[in-house]
């Protein structure tokens, strides 16, 4: 069924409303890009971080689960910018960063965010 932009526009605020990050998430969001910022000199920055806040509410309300969002989002927007690493230091810090994603979020609750670190980690 179509939709207008309008149509559109009023779907994607009413999700960001009903469906907002829980507070949990928001924290270890924060906490991720502490680690991100002193380990690797990289950060979310505030493009990123009002497109998570966005995408996460629109995964909800379609049914989808909040961890599955972040997931999802996070290895597409902030892993990829371990790119412009060293890889001989980002070899050396991956396991580190795997091993916070899992204390952050719970064992292996982010498999994309961690086969995006292990594929840059490989590649280094």
């Known amino acids: 069924m179509p939709i207008s932009a309008k149509g559109f526009e009023k779907l994607v605020k009413e ?3 009903e469906y907002e990050i829980s507070a949990r998430n928001k924290k270890r969001l924060a ?3 502490q680690y991100l ?6 950060t979310f920055g505030n493009r990123i971080m009002k497109q998570i806040l966005t ?3 629109i995964y909800v309300g379609c049914g989808g ?3 599955k969002a972040l997931d999802d989002i996070l ?10 690493q060293n ?12 091993n916070y994603i899992d204390e952050l979020f719970g064992e292996d609750r982010m498999p994309m965010c961690k086969e995006y670190i292990r594929r840059l980690e490989r590649n280094a």
Do not use: C, N, W
């Open 55 to 57: 995408f996460v509410p």
């Open 75 to 84: 290895s597409k927007k902030v892993m990829r910018k371990l790119e412009t």
């Open 65 to 67: 689960e909040e961890l």
């Open 15 to 17: 999700a960001t409303e």
């Open 37 to 42: 910022i002193q380990h690797f000199h990289i």
């Open 87 to 98: 890889p001989i230091y980002l070899r050396g810090a991956a396991e580190g960063l795997r």
């Open 31 to 33: 906490a991720l890009d």
